[in-house]
């Protein structure tokens, strides 16, 4: 039990602190969150549209519509604009509950790995270490790349460096740590 406690307590560390530089000094996801010199006037206009605070389509046909109707309005938008919208009425800037959650769900997903890897007899640092880059892949792969497939990530290039660098540093300390008597 020690041995995937510690093994999950610092390889969610290294999660957590690679997803830290990565969004933070690296500024890898740039991409997926641009700045516009318009922000001020499309808030504005967000805000004193009555838009409820959620996630939308544009376009997408309303709710109760028929099956033509829908294909009508889908051919109909071939070709022209569209966006994905996520509205919040306001900003919260405490990010202190946002890293505990981060952290706490990084630690608890590598001890999880962990108990995985106990039931591993003789595994070797390779072993470890590909398993680790595996779950990235996986991870990447049926999160960010899935949603990609359908709704296009300017960041995707991140994502998937995310996956393998934080996941291989977590490869290289399981690859080390669980072999050990």
């Known amino acids: 039990m020690k041995k ?23 500024n890898f996801h740039e991409k997926g969150q641009q700045h516009t010199a318009k ?19 544009l376009p997408r046909a309303a709710p109760g519509v028929s099956m033509d109707e829908m294909e009508k309005q889908m051919n109909a938008s071939v070709g022209k604009p569209w966006a994905r919208l996520t509205y919040y009425k306001s900003m919260d800037a405490d990010m202190v509950m946002n890293m505990v959650r981060g952290l706490l769900s990084n630690i608890i997903i590598v001890c999880l790995l962990c108990w995985i890897f106990a039931k ?13 880059l595996a779950v990235g892949i ?33 490869g290289i300390w399981l690859g080390w740590w669980m072999p050990r008597k």
Do not use: K, R
Not at 46 to 56: D, Q, V, W
Not at 120 to 132: D, L, P, Q, R, V
């Open 120 to 132: 591993i007899s003789n595994g070797s640092f390779s072993t470890y270490f590909i398993a680790c």
């Open 39 to 57: 922000q001020d006037s499309i808030l504005s206009y967000l805000n004193n549209s009555g838009l409820a605070e959620g996630s939308y389509m």
């Open 4 to 26: 995937i406690l510690i093994g999950g307590l610092i390889g969610g560390i290294l999660l957590f602190a690679w997803q830290t530089l990565s969004w933070t000094v690296g």
């Open 138 to 170: 996986i991870t990447f792969t049926n999160g960010a790349y899935t949603g990609h497939i359908w709704y296009p990530l300017f960041d995707i290039n991140a994502y998937f460096m995310d996956a393998l660098a934080s996941w291989g540093l977590a």
